[in-house]
């Protein structure tokens, strides 16, 4: 089978552990998680988690069987990247004089709909959300002018079709 990105949607209750017993299922099978978020979700007391892997669809399945097996998990879902609407977030710090000094850092910031977040005497600070190509031509983009630090974000995603889960959640914030 071939293998392709794949969104892993997990709604729970908020217990310790359970991250640690979520990330055990892909470890046994050696699948690296890509990228991983926890959020709370649109029901008060359910959180979401948006985890994101590189598998065939049949390791996919598996791993969503399983990781509902766990007794706080509400319901999982897997979604391929046209199923989605998504997003990460990367922050990128730049010594200050680049800004001035190279009229190109400018152009880059502008046509990569990047936002400068801070300035300060010594760095800048360049946020950028979007797909995670996009993070990464900015990163391609500003590494010839020597990037400080750099950090992004896990994906967070919402499905383009309504999920069943809605429902399953209103009964349950109705019961707590």
């Known amino acids: 089978m071939e293998k392709k990105w794949y969104t ?84 990128f710090k730049v010594a200050s004089h680049l800004l001035f000094d190279e009229r190109q850092i400018q152009n880059i910031i502008k046509e990569s709909n990047s936002q400068i977040v801070t300035v300060s005497r010594d760095y800048f600070v360049i946020a950028k959300a979007g797909r995670r190509h996009e993070v990464d031509e900015l990163h391609d983009l500003l590494a010839p002018f020597g990037i400080l630090q750099f950090v992004r974000s896990g994906r967070i995603a919402v499905s383009k079709e309504a999920m069943p889960i809605t429902e399953l959640l209103k009964k349950y914030e109705d019961l707590n």
């Not at 640690?20 to 029901?43: D, P, Q, T």
């Not at 791993?63 to 997003?87: N, W």
């Open 8 to 91: 892993i949607s997990v709604y729970s209750e908020n217990h310790v552990g359970l991250l640690n017993r979520i990330s055990g299922i892909f470890l046994k099978r050696h699948i690296n998680i890509e990228s991983l978020n926890v959020s709370a979700s649109e029901i008060p007391s359910v959180s979401k988690f948006t985890i994101v892997v590189f598998t065939t669809q049949k390791w996919v399945e598996n791993i969503v069987g399983q990781i509902e097996k766990q007794i706080e998990v509400i319901k999982a879902f897997a979604h391929t990247d046209d199923e989605i609407i998504y997003q990460e977030t990367a922050l």
